[in-house]
């Protein structure tokens, strides 16, 4: 029998957020590095899973000093928690779209979260390798993982938004295929 895997096309995808900075502004940024165990069910989408490690010291949102900042104790505290980790507890058809649901791992508090995903079809690209694209979102509390710094603003409002709206773009490789045993 025929075993088909696809893997992360790394290159091609993308861990980004943003955030509200001064109440009436949006901070945006990346994670550089991650992986991806993928389990891509071509026939049945919600029999697929993820498993996602996040390094967290490649958080970068273009101001070098914000990045030290957000690697130190008063946020992401990458010395002693340097990943970030997310892991699917099931996939459910909503409407055209797919809800991923999992949990999520920050600073060592594991809470649950809900992505909203759009299956973005498959595609070869020129070089002849078969290719599938997603795209997901979800908003979160960043204080229910521990990250809780913040400074009270003189006009009222908080320096730092609560509230950090995750958006992913995925796609994924199909590896040659290999005979199962």
Known sequence: MEKKTWTLDAAHSGVNFSVRHLVVAKVRGRFASFSANVHFDENDLTRSSVEVSIDAASIDTGVADRDKHLRSADFFDVERFPKLHFESTRVEQAGAGYKVHGNLTVRDVTRPVVLDLEYGGRAKDPWGNEKAAFAATTS????????????????????????VDIELEVELVKAAATRAA
Do not use: M
């Open 140 to 163: 979160l509390n960043r204080s229910d993982f521990g990250l809780k710094w913040n400074q009270a603003l003189e006009a009222g409002g908080v320096l730092v938004g609560e509230r």
